[in-house]
């Protein structure tokens, strides 16, 4: 599943030093995914991706929502492997060779 995640590399704040809806949106989306993914055994809590905390602290999902509107989210962290995220099955497109018959003048021009 592909989320749209460039909010974490934009600015988080607007011209006049608000919060950009982008970005409340993006951070309300990751809390989500977060909540959705958390193993039973956390508490409750999820890794805070603040660059400061850096995923290696636990916290109530509100403290991490304040973390990220007051300090911003690590620019890297689009893929929240920490928080659930898993790598999509690769589909191996089958090729056959059948039929494909090259002669050493097919290739040049």
Same mark, same amino acid.
């Given at each position: 599943m592909t989320y749209y995640r460039s909010w974490i590399g934009h600015n988080r704040? @607007?011209?006049?030093?608000?919060l950009t809806e982008e970005y409340k949106i993006g951070v @309300?989306?990751? %809390? *989500?995914?977060?909540c959705d993914?958390?193993?039973p055994e956390d508490g409750g809590l999820i890794r805070?991706?603040?660059e400061d905390c850096a995923n290696k602290y636990f916290k109530d999902p509100s403290d991490v929502k304040v973390d990220l509107y007051?300090?911003? %989210?690590m620019k890297w962290y689009t *893929?929240?492997?920490l928080h659930g995220e898993r790598d999509m099955p690769r589909v191996e497109e089958e090729t056959s060779s059948r039929n494909i018959h090259y002669r050493d003048e097919d290739i040049y021009v």
């Open positions: 704040y @607007n011209e006049f030093k608000y @309300n989306d990751f %809390i *989500k995914f977060a993914h958390r193993d805070c991706p603040y007051l300090n911003g %989210i *893929k929240w492997d």
